[in-house]
Structures are given as C-alpha cells and as structure tokens.
C-alpha cells in the first residue's frame, strides 16, 4: 500500500520559515524519483523541488535560494525546508512519488501574510 501525507503546512509572516514533512508508507524514498509541487486558486501545479532518481535535485526558480529538500531515508520521509517566505508562496503543497504511476499525498495549506 502506497501512501503519502504532509504536514507542517500553516500560517506565517513574510520572511518567516516553515518545514514540511511528506510520510510515506509502501515505498523507499532513496530509489523513486520524489517533488513537492504546489498550486494556487486559478493556477496550474507547479513543481517547487525534486529528487531525481539517481539523488540528484532541482528547484523552481522562484524557490532556488529559498528553499531546501531533503530526505531521510531511514524514515522514508522528505522534508521541504521553506526560508524568507513570500506571499506569492501561498499554495496547498502536495508531495508526489513516481512509481508505476504517480502517487499524491492530501496536500498541506501553507499561507504566507504581508
């Protein structure tokens, strides 16, 4: 059973910081290619930051500089690590795995004030 869920989504000041978390259940992080993606009311989804499958990661412009993934292996969790929050950061953020298809978690509302 294959099974992703965020957390840490919440309510923060511009330049504030915020960790997500994406738990997951019936895979292993280190060998499947993983992202954070996030969408905005009226906006397609975006990609924000990925693992590759060979370990390798990739961010959006918007976010290089900013933000951090990162994984635990162990614990089969990643994490998204989200510094000088800006406004236009407002999204629900979801974590995705790529399997034999492509697998979403609930998503996490994080709202960033001015």
């Known amino acids: 059973q294959v099974q992703l869920l965020e957390s840490g989504g919440g309510l923060v000041q511009a330049g504030g910081s915020l960790r997500l978390s994406c738990a997951t259940s019936?895979?292993?992080?280190?060998?499947?290619?993983m992202g954070w993606y996030r969408q905005a009311p009226g906006k397609q989804r975006e990609l924000v930051a990925g693992?590759?499958?060979?370990?390798?990661?990739s961010y959006a412009d918007s976010v290089k500089g900013r933000f951090t993934i990162s994984r635990d292996n162990a614990k089969n969790t990643i994490y998204l690590q989200m510094n000088a929050l800006r406004p236009e950061d407002t999204a629900v953020y979801y974590c995705?795995?790529?399997?034999?298809?492509?697998?979403w978690g609930p998503g996490t509302q994080v709202t960033v004030s001015s």
């Open positions: 693992f590759t499958r060979r370990g390798s990661t």
């Open positions: 019936g895979i292993a992080v280190s060998l499947n290619a």
């Open positions: 995705n795995a790529e399997l034999s298809t492509t697998f």
